[in-house]
């Protein structure tokens, strides 16, 4: 089991920046998937990003306009969030796979969420 910390969440308008940062507590952090995913109110969790072994991928809605690294040595991931729009308003969820996967049931492990709101 990895344990996750997400931070970095905020209020942003439309057209601005923010950086989520997850911090994990994990031995041979190096060896798992990293991911990113968001849920919206009223909507099912969603992929946004994911990394492994330096292969990344997107959902279409992002790519872009995220980017998504992974610091082996400090046991981080981050993706940074550019050109953000209103529809990308979610809680973000940090999460963890033994493989490179996209959907939700291949992570065992998650954050508790950190909130971006963006204003239009």
């Known amino acids: 089991q990895v344990q996750l910390v997400e931070s970095g969440g905020g209020l942003v308008q439309a057209g601005g920046s923010l950086r989520l940062s997850c911090a994990a507590s994990v031995r041979a952090f ?20 994911v990394i ?20 082996n040595d400090a046991n981080t991931v981050s993706l940074q969030m550019n050109s953000l729009k209103p529809e990308d308003t979610a809680v973000y969820y940090c999460a963890a796979s033994s493989y490179l996967a996209t959907t939700p049931t291949a992570f065992h492990s998650w954050g508790q969420g950190t909130q971006v709101t963006v204003s239009s």
Do not use: H, L
């Open 30 to 49: 190096s060896n798992y998937a990293m991911s990113w995913f968001r849920q919206a109110p009223g909507k099912e969790r969603e992929f946004v990003a």
């Open 52 to 71: 492994m072994y330096g292969c990344t991928r997107y959902a279409d809605s992002v790519a872009g306009r995220f980017t998504i690294s992974r610091d």
